[in-house]
């Protein structure tokens, strides 16, 4: 069986709410508050009609579910993928609300998704496609309300037609309604690069915590879009060597080190990383089970599972996609000694400049990227560090000691603010 066809019977509700039970059973948490974050707060459905360049119209279905709504806004990417499903943005908008819980940044969680494979698409499909699924979850959408951001698959160009969508309709122009924009409608400096960024900071942490040096280590990266492309790259700045890369088609590798640079280039030139000159082709899997010091899963959920936890050779794994590891893998990389960096804390960099954009839309003000950066950089170390202290503490992996915190924090605002009636 390949990784895609394990990752397609792995149900990524179950495992969120597997691994929420495991932080609610350490906390102790109340009965009420457990039946309460279990489960999501609102789940919008949408089947929507769109013209096609050949004249026919064809409906798609998309999702845009908020998990919570406690500490803030809900707040959370949109995905376009041919193999979203409701459960799948269950999952990743639970994950949203430990994520910034984590990261302590004013949110509540939620997520979107449409089923699509936008590679199929020319942009005047793409363009309708956008504005009509924005058109059809704004009865949840506002900047006060719920914020969407990209995730897999987006960019900012969809945003700004959001942007211009919810505008439109409103009658006046609201940049803080949705994050990751381009810089010139109130994008953040730095928010594109922010969630690898964000990653990197976490992976220098760990490696200092475990005295690793850098310089010597090398890197395995699994997806090259958004997270992985530039993980790859800023990791290569700290001086470590990138030895393998894939994308959703497939992986390269040279034990030596790859010029992430030329990959990127030859990526933009070839639609793909295979064939990269220098470099062996590999699949996916086998990138994951690479001889490096510091893995990258950057991709999609499921990947690394019970079947193949046991041939992860990396001292460190750093979660930059959400929810990459099983809770049946997360038990096998502990028992080996490997030190995985939650995705809820890892890839938190993403949400976390989101955060400073629509503090920069509100405000009507531009911060500079170093501003954005060092800004950045403090949450991170500090959430990193109280994420390891729980861990200690408890004498839990890294994820439990993630979600001790983001639980702990999520459900002592929704015990302080009772409940209504
Ligand atoms: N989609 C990203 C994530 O999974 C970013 C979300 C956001 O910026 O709101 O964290």
Redesign the pocket.
Known sequence: MTTEHVAAEINAWKVAQQQFDLAADRLNLDPGLRRVLREPRRELTVHFPVQMDDGSVQVFTGYRVQHNLGRGPA???IRFHQDVSIDEVKA?AMW?TW?CAVVGIPYGGGKGGVIVDPKKLSMKELEHLSRRFFTEIEVLIGPERD?????VNTTPQIMAWFMDTYSMHVGYTVPGVV??KPISLGGSEGRNEA?ARGCVYTIVEAANHLGMDLTKSTVAVQGFGNAGSIAAQLIAAEGATVVAVSDSTSGIRNMSGLDIARVVNWKKEHGTVKGFPGAEDITNAEVLETECDILIPAALENQITARNAGNIKAKIVAEAA?GPTTPEADEILFARGIFLIPDILC??G??TV?YFEWVQDLNRDHWTEDEVNAKLKTIMVKAFNEVLDQAHHHDVNMRTGAYLNAVQRVADATAMRGLYP
């Open positions: 707040k959370g990417g990743l949203m994520k914020i969407p951001a990209p995730d994050t990751g969630t959400n890839n938190a993403g949400v989101s």
